[in-house]
């Protein structure tokens, strides 16, 4: 089992930045696709962007994309998201996600982690 550790949320103003980060309990060699996703209140859990195991293949919803940043580092088993230009539409609970197949999924992980609140003040 692979236990997923978010944090770095928080309140932020409109326009502002926050780099949340995700450890992994293993080495994500393991869990080569890591991703973030989103759940708004009264909405479905939405994806938000996914990193190939090497970092140099990411994928992005369209809501976030330019704005928004993935990357990792393998040494620390560490995933970061890079969030700037936020807006209050961005408010949300950040889940981090990790899959044990190499593709840039955009759901169906198989682990995920408990989350971590997002909100930005208009």
């Known amino acids: 089992q692979v236990q997923l550790v978010e944090s770095g949320g928080g309140l932020v103003p409109a326009g502002g930045s926050l780099r949340l980060s995700c450890a992994a309990s293993t080495d994500t060699f393991r869990v080569p696709t890591m991703g973030w996703f989103r759940q708004a209140p009264g909405k479905e859990r939405e994806f938000v962007g996914a990193?190939?195991?090497?970092?140099?293949?990411?994928n992005y919803a369209d809501s976030v994309k330019a704005r928004f940043t993935i990357s990792r580092d393998n040494t620390k088993n560490t995933v970061y998201l890079q969030m700037n230009s936020l807006k209050p539409e961005d408010t949300a609970v950040y889940y981090c996600?990790?899959?044990?197949?190499?593709?840039?999924?955009?759901?169906?992980?198989?682990?995920w982690g408990q989350g971590t609140q997002v909100t930005v003040a208009s």
């Open positions: 990193i190939s195991y090497s970092g140099r293949n990411t």
């Open positions: 996600a990790a899959d044990r197949s190499a593709a840039l999924k955009t759901g169906g992980y198989d682990y």
